[in-house]
C-alpha cells in the first residue's frame, strides 16, 4: 500500500503531535508534509493530502472526512497564540487586517464582534506582519508563531480564546486530526491509535523539554515559556467538553455566516467512519 499523505502544520503548537512522525519508525508509515493551516485544509479538499491537522472551520467546507478522535489542538484559557492586535480601543476599531494563513481563527473573530463586541467592521486578508497589517487598519488578526513573537507592550491585544471562553465558559478547538473518507480504503494501520501515541510521547516531560530547547531560539523565547505555551495554554485532547465547544463554536458561526451550517461530527473508530 502507499503510504498515506500527511499535512501538518509548521507551528510550535503542532510538534508534540508530530513526535512519532519525527523521531520514531512511525513516519516511514506516512509522507509527511508541513505547511500553514489554511493550506493544510486545502491539500484535504484537492486529494494532495490524505490525513491533515486541519482547522476547525474547514470540516464546515471541505467535504467527506473523518474525524481521528481523541486529539485537538485546543485552549481551555487564554492560548496566546492568537490575538487581535490593535491600535486603538475595541469599541474604536473599525477595519481589521487578517491573517491569510487562518480559517478557524478569522471565523472566531467574527463570531466574537457578531454576538458580543458589536458588528459593523470590515475585514482585508493579509500576510501576518503585524506593522504592515497597522500601517492601514485599525487592528490585525495574527495566529500561530507570528502571534507569540508579538510585543505585548506596544498594543492593545485581545487573547481570542480568552474571549470565547469568558462569553461561554467553554473550551475553544483550534483544530483536530481528519482523514479523507476515500484515504481509508487504502491502509490497515490503527490512525486513531497511531496519532494519539504521537501526542502522548511528544508530551512526554523529557520529549517536551527537547521542543523547547529546539524552538526557543527560533521564536526568541525561553525553553520556559515555550513549555509553559505547550502545557498550560494548548491542550491537546478532543474530549466531551472540547466537542462541545466545538459544536456552539459552529452554530454561532453559521447564525452569523462566518461559517456554513458544519455537518455532524464523524469519527473515526476500528478505521470505519461512526456519526
Not at 491573517?99 to 457578531?114: E, G, Q, R
Not at 487504502?186 to 494519539?196: C, E, M, S, V
Amino acid at each position: 500500500m502507499k503510504p498515506l499523505r500527511v499535512s501538518a502544520i509548521s507551528y510550535l503548537n503542532t510538534a508534540p503531535l508530530m513526535w512519532d512522525f519525527e523521531h520514531t519508525s512511525v513516519g516511514s508509515s506516512f509522507e509527511v508534509s508541513y505547511t500553514i493551516p489554511s493550506q493544510c485544509a486545502a491539500s484535504l479538499q484537492h486529494g494532495s493530502g490524505d490525513i491533515g491537522i486541519i482547522p476547525a472551520a474547514a470540516y464546515t467546507t471541505v467535504p467527506d472526512l473523518v474525524i481521528l478522535p481523541g486529539v485537538a489542538i485546543a485552549s481551555r484559557r487564554a492560548v496566546r497564540s492568537i490575538l487581535l492586535v490593535s491600535k486603538v480601543r475595541l469599541e474604536d476599531i473599525r477595519t481589521v487586517a487578517l491573517d491569510n494563513s487562518s480559517l478557524t481563527s478569522v471565523a472566531l473573530l467574527k463570531v466574537l464582534f457578531s454576538r458580543w463586541w458589536g458588528g459593523g467592521r470590515s475585514y482585508e486578508l493579509q500576510g501576518p506582519d503585524i506593522h504592515h497589517m497597522l500601517k492601514e487598519h485599525d487592528a490585525g488578526l495574527v495566529i500561530g508563531d507570528p502571534a507569540l513573537r508579538i510585543d505585548r507592550s506596544q498594543y492593545i491585544t485581545y487573547d481570542l480564546a480568552g474571549e470565547w471562553i469568558r462569553f461561554t465558559g467553554k473550551p475553544f478547538v483550534f483544530a483536530f486530526w481528519a482523514v479523507r473518507r476515500e484515504a481509508l480504503q487504502h491502509t490497515d494501520l490503527d490512525l486513531a491509535a497511531i496519532f494519539q501515541q504521537s501526542r502522548d510521547n511528544g508530551l512526554a516531560p523529557q520529549n517536551l523539554q527537547q521542543i523547547a530547547r529546539e524552538w526557543a531560539p527560533r521564536l526568541g523565547l525561553t525553553p520556559d515559556e515555550i513549555k509553559c505555551y505547550l502545557t498550560e495554554n494548548i491542550h491537546y485532547y478532543l474530549d466531551p467538553y472540547c466537542i462541545e465547544g466545538m459544536n456552539l463554536f459552529f452554530r454561532y458561526a453559521s447564525e452569523c455566516g462566518a461559517l456554513p451550517q458544519a455537518p455532524g461530527l464523524c469519527f473515526l473508530e476500528h478505521n470505519t467512519a461512526v456519526l
